[in-house]
């Protein structure tokens, strides 16, 4: 059974970081490529960064410079490093995983159940 287990959401003023985590299991993490979809209230989710199984990173404009994507193939876990950010980051934040090739233009497979992350003005 896959479990994609997010933490690291919560409560940040405008300009703060908070780091979010995605510990996978039941799958072969090495071989799936990792992503951060998120979504906010009346908006579509969105892809906001991901990282292949090679470790290519691809990052929604909207966040490039402030947030940094990466992977810990030892522990299984994918990471959102969150800098800088701002109100209109506020939003559920997922975790998505698939196998290569990934992202594809359509969600991976497996789903985490969600972080919340909340940015004060």
């Known amino acids: 059974q896959v479990q994609l287990l997010e933490s690291g959401g919560g409560l940040v003023q405008a300009g703060g970081s908070l780091r979010l985590s995605c510990a996978a299991s039941?799958?072969?993490?090495?071989?799936?490529?990792m992503g951060w979809y998120r979504q906010a209230p009346g908006k579509q989710r969105e892809l906001v960064a991901a990282?292949?199984?090679?470790?290519?990173?691809v990052y929604v404009d909207s966040v490039k410079g402030r947030f940094a994507i990466s992977r810990d193939n030892a522990k299984n876990t994918v990471y959102l490093q969150m800098n800088g950010l701002k109100p209109e980051d506020t939003a559920v934040y997922y975790c998505?995983?698939?196998?290569?090739?990934?992202?594809?233009?359509?969600?991976?497979?497996?789903w985490g159940q969600g972080t919340q992350v909340t940015v004060s003005s």
């Open positions: 998505n995983a698939d196998e290569d090739p990934y992202p594809s233009g359509v969600p991976g497979r497996y």
């Open positions: 039941g799958i072969m993490f090495s071989t799936n490529g």
């Open positions: 990282i292949t199984s090679g470790g290519r990173f």
